[in-house]
């Protein structure tokens, strides 16, 4: 970004990286198998897609006269998703830290993490943050806490999902089409899914509470879509 006078600039730069995703978006039983319809059909996957997604992260950006900059600094490379661009390397945002023109420390918040659930079906997890004075103190920490942090996540491409996008442990559905759309369930051998919400489901892993740097703390209470 450039002033109209061209005397001041913003600067950003970026990461590549690419992310590839497989899924089936429902099925369809086979009623010549049977004549019977839905369940005692043959079942297949048919809808199956694949997508693959070119995305950028940002690295830095760079004030120019004056050079501040406020870097958006790697931490641990993530075991939850793959970056099939730099061999697996996805990290996650480590910290953000800004610099003079003598690359001399002026702020930086660092970022903890951890994982949701475990194996194919984990997923980040933020934890705290704290900030790094110019002497490189550690202070103002802050911590986050999440509903059943130490519950089984379901598959991230779960079907088991309500209208509003929340979990609703229906790990039975075949699709995401709800019975209100395909009330008779033999109808073209589809089987709708049961989108109804579920509040303890859909509770799973959301922020519950932010501890603050004094020792205070916000609870955070839902109630279900309706």
């Known amino acids: ?105 002026i702020k930086k918040w660092v970022f903890n993490y951890d994982y949701f659930g475990s194996n194919l079906f984990k997923k980040l997890k933020l934890t705290g943050l704290y900030q790094i004075s110019s002497k490189n103190d550690p202070y103002n920490r802050y911590s986050f806490n999440y509903n059943n942090e130490n519950v089984n996540l379901p598959d991230k491409n779960t079907k088991g999902i309500d209208h509003w996008g929340y979990y609703n442990g229906k790990n039975s559905n075949y699709c995401l089409i709800p019975a209100e759309i395909l009330p008779n369930s033999t109808m073209f051998g589809a089987v709708p899914g049961d989108r109804t919400p579920d509040q303890n489901s859909a509770l799973y892993t959301v922020l519950s509470k932010i501890v603050y740097p004094t020792g205070g703390y916000t609870l955070f209470d839902y109630e279900q879509n309706k």
Request: charged share 15%.
């Open 1 to 105: 970004i450039k002033s109209p006078d061209k005397n001041h600039s913003v600067n950003f730069t970026y990461i590549s990286y690419i992310l590839k995703r497989e899924d089936n978006i429902g099925g369809l039983y086979d009623l010549s198998s049977s004549g019977t319809g839905y369940p005692s059909g043959t079942y297949s996957n048919v809808l199956n897609y694949g997508a693959q997604i070119t995305s950028k992260s940002l690295a830095n950006i760079t004030t120019s006269p004056g050079s501040q900059t406020i870097n958006f600094n790697s931490g641990t490379i993530r075991t939850d998703i793959k970056d099939y661009l730099n061999n697996n390397t996805l990290a996650t945002l480590g910290s953000i830290s800004i610099t003079n023109m003598n690359s001399e420390l």
